[in-house]
């Protein structure tokens, strides 16, 4: 079964940090280009960050940007979104997805179709 599976979430302070990881399984992950996308209670889906297929180049959202780090291990088939300095406003279901079919992430990765997403995991950031 081909999926995508996130995990990493969690309740934590204000300032404080922690990893995503997005694993593949079914597939391999080193021809995607993975996008991270979150959704807060009552808001649309944005996106947070994208790295292609081969680690470079990234892409960030502004309100994330020097306080998220993306990066991939083909090896193991898994990408990670480190989180650091985390807000009340980080607070949301994050998840991960495929992006686009060449393996590259764009400026506009977030309308890239996204043909596979994992099923989301919460992070809570209290204020």
């Known amino acids: 079964q081909v999926q995508l599976v996130e995990s990493g979430g969690g309740l934590v302070q204000p300032g404080g940090s922690l990893r995503l990881s997005c694993a593949a399984s079914g597939f391999t992950l080193d021809y995607y280009a993975i996008g991270w996308f979150r959704q807060a209670p009552g808001k649309e889906r944005e996106g947070v960050s994208c790295i292609s297929s081969h680690g470079g180049p990234t892409y960030y959202a502004g309100s994330v940007k020097g306080r998220f780090t993306i990066s991939r291990d083909n090896a193991k088939d898994t990408v990670y979104l480190q989180m650091n300095s985390l807000k009340p406003e980080d607070t949301a279901v994050y998840y991960c997805?495929?992006?686009?079919?060449?393996?590259?992430?764009?400026?506009?990765?977030?309308?890239?179709?996204?043909?596979?997403w994992g099923q989301g995991t919460q992070v809570t950031v209290p204020s």
């Open positions: 997805a495929t992006v686009g079919k060449e393996g590259i992430c764009t400026s506009s990765y977030y309308y890239q179709p996204h043909d596979y």
